[in-house]
């Protein structure tokens, strides 16, 4: 008997309404358009202004919009996961509030924080999920609400999150579709770089961690930069060559969008075409976790069956890693 794949059956997103650009940012802090736009590649960024609405809202509307395309209906669901870093509470899972938002019940649904490489992470653990049998159709969520954790003070983090969600279906095949390989990492050295300080069992939120803005992104830029050029560009060119693929055999590239430099690093290290990588950093900003899964979103008109697809991202931990995959329609 053939080996089961897991293959991507359908891709669903959302973007808020709330387009935020580098005009109104400059109106907010000492910074420019021309700066932004150099310097990490973005224009605007969406933020979800609704009240009273976290990552979950958006997540929620990305799963219908799976369930409208597919006509798959929410009790025929075996696993949710959904990979953020801004999470409508620090629990229950926002898996579990989307599933109670979607009329999911009695499925198996839980968070996964690998940052923004959460959705890449969330893909290899449904895939390992559906090969063994255990679960049919699985649901892989990337979701964020940036804007939640931001200072709107720094210039030196605020111009680059935006928020959004977009989610996958996983299902089994016995054709030679859907994810072939992962390759994924983690590397601690670099907690020092990437992290929020508060509000986590460390160090509770109190009048002083909130008096010291300690419930945003901290990020030291250079550092996160030098290590997401190398360790995506390399871990990239690893999948491929160790699947004998060389840059004219990749279909699409779709890398995790945090600085449109990074992205072209990736771009000329594995050899892709340019016009083969997707770039939807300057209107979508870095939505972390949700990067990858929406650049899907944007970019499933475009795709074939059986288009040979790499998707790469980098993130807090430091986590990186790279998948191959076969598209499945
Ligand atoms: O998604 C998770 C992983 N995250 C990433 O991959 C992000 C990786 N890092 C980066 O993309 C870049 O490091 C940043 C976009 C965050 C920063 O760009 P940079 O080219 O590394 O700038 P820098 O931090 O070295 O700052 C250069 C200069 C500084 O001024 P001085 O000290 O040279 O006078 C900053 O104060 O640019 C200044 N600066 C700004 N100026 C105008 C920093 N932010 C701004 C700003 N507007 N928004």
């Not at 794949?5 to 802090?29: C, K």
């Not at 000492?30 to 958006?58: A, C, Q």
């Not at 944007?298 to 076969?326: C, S």
């Amino acid at each position: 008997m053939s080996k089961v794949h897991a293959v991507i059956t359908a891709v669903g997103g959302y973007l808020p309404d709330y387009i935020l650009n580098n005009h109104e940012l400059s109106t907010m802090m000492d910074t420019s358009d021309e700066w932004i736009t150099t310097r990490i590649g973005i224009k605007e960024r969406r933020i979800l202004k609704k009240e009273n609405t976290g990552t979950s809202y958006m997540a929620a509307k990305a799963v219908e919009e799976i369930f409208e395309k597919t006509g798959v209906k929410p009790e025929e669901i075996d696993v949710v996961i959904c990979a953020t870093s801004t999470p409508d509470y620090i629990f229950p899972a926002t898996a579990a509030v989307v599933c109670e938002r979607v009329g999911i019940k009695g499925a198996l649904a839980y968070d996964l924080q690998a940052a923004c490489s959460g959705f890449i992470v969330g893909l290899t653990s449904a895939t390992a999920f559906v090969e063994s049998g255990r679960f049919k159709k699985a649901l892989v969520i990337g979701a964020e609400k940036m804007s939640s954790i931001t200072n709107y003070e720094d210039r030196a983090t605020a111009p680059i999150f935006g928020d959004g969600a977009a989610a996958v279906l996983v299902e089994p095949t016995n054709e030679e579709l859907g994810v072939m390989d992962a390759i994924l990492h983690t590397d601690s050295t670099g907690i020092k770089h990437l992290h929020m300080k508060a509000g986590g069992s460390m160090m509770p939120a109190s009048h002083e961690t909130v008096d010291n803005k300690l419930h945003y992104v901290y990020q030291e830029g250079q550092a996160v930069f030098k290590n997401a050029v190398y360790d995506m560009a390399e871990v990239s060119a690893e999948i491929m060559e160790r699947n004998n693929l060389t840059g004219d055999d990749i279909s699409w590239l779709i890398p995790h969008q945090a600085n449109l430099r990074i992205i072209d690093a990736v771009q000329k290290r594995t050899g892709v075409d340019h016009d083969k990588v997707l770039i939807n950093i300057e209107h979508i900003g870095n939505t972390s976790a949700a990067s990858i899964p929406i650049g899907l979103w944007e970019m499933e008109k475009k795709f074939k069956k059986g288009d040979n697809i790499i998707l790469t991202a980098f993130g807090a931990g430091f986590t990186w890693g790279a998948i191959y995959l076969k598209w499945g329609y």
